[in-house]
């Protein structure tokens, strides 16, 4: 499975604005998170690393070479090695998706036109089916 080239084009044309905007939008996004969804919040009582704030921009790294999954697999087994750490599952994927794009709405206003937060729900489900993916390996070989 791979994303379509237009998303791919869609979200490297974002990249810019959400770069510039990335501080705003994960602040955004976590107070939306964590209100909407106060489950989430325990998740992060020991964040370690500052490297999550950079979730938008986790993403938009990751769009930018999605034409080179070879290149991100390093980055995909530490993600996933960290999310199984701090107990992250697989329904928490649709809460993050929620709080980030309505973040991403907010901060960049009309300049997230309809067609890019839609590449965007893509890229990050793209994303999040390979990290779930590599999780739940990760989870078995825990319980094995
Ligand atoms: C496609 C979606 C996601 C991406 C791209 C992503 C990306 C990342 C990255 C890059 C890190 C830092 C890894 C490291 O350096 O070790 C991280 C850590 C983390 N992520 Fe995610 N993540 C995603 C979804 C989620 C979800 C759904 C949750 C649950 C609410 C979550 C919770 C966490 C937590 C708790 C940490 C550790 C925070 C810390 O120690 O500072 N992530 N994630």
Known sequence: MSLSQETVTAVKKTIPLVGKNAEKITTRMYEILFS??????????NAQSDQHKKLAGAI???AANIDNLDALSAA????????VQTKV???H????ADALITAMGDVLG?????????????AYTF?????????????????S
């Open 76 to 83: 995909v087994e530490k993600m996933a090695n960290t999310h």
């Open 93 to 96: 994927y649709p809460m993050v």
């Open 110 to 122: 009309d300049d997230f036109t309809d067609e890019y937060k839609q590449a965007w729900v893509e």
């Open 36 to 45: 909407k969804y106060p489950e989430t919040k325990p998740l992060f009582a």
């Open 60 to 62: 938009a790294a990751f």
């Open 127 to 143: 994303l999040a089916n390979i990290l779930m993916q590599r999780e739940k390996e990760l989870y078995s070989q825990q319980n």
């Open 89 to 91: 599952k697989p329904e």
